[in-house]
């Protein structure tokens, strides 16, 4: 629900750092989502994903395993990947390509722990968190030796 730019550091096999501003998650809800009860942003500003692990199981589909890091807490999660999309040229030059991940959580694995009852019996906010990443990748050009 929204474009955020992050930085995605991709190398050789796929390995992948994303840091994303916590700031930039967003709910459905009229809930805020930076509140210290969900993820805290003041005292956690970022939520990182680190790949360890990288399965391809078709073309075109990944199952990437990694550590994700929500308010301090680190826990193994695997993406499903779609992509990445073939390289193309863009008006300026670049090659761009892009994919897809999703992947879905338990937010209280994550100390985010707050609820509220609601008159039914239910409560205000599940447990299950969707994430999806939708990304767009440049290709670097090569550093230039020095010698």
Do not use: C, Y
């Amino acid at each position: 629900m929204g474009n955020h730019l992050s930085r995605i550091a991709v190398t050789a096999g796929l390995a992948a750092v994303l840091s994303l501003p916590a700031g930039a998650a967003t709910s459905e809800w009229k809930i805020d989502p930076q509140h210290d009860k969900f993820f805290d942003v003041a005292h956690f500003p970022t939520m990182t994903f680190k790949s360890k692990k990288v399965a391809q199981l078709a073309p075109g589909k990944l199952k990437v395993t990694g550590d994700l890091t929500i308010r301090g807490t680190t826990k193994e999660v695997v993406l499903d990947v779609e992509g990445p999309t073939a390289p193309v040229k863009d008006p300026w030059g670049n090659q761009r390509a892009a994919a897809s991940a999703s992947a879905k959580i338990n937010r209280q694995d994550f100390g985010v722990k707050w609820n509220a009852t609601l008159d039914n019996g239910g409560v205000v906010v599940g447990d299950d968190v969707n994430i999806t990443i939708d990304a767009e990748m440049i290709k670097q050009a090569p550093a230039k030796s020095g010698n």
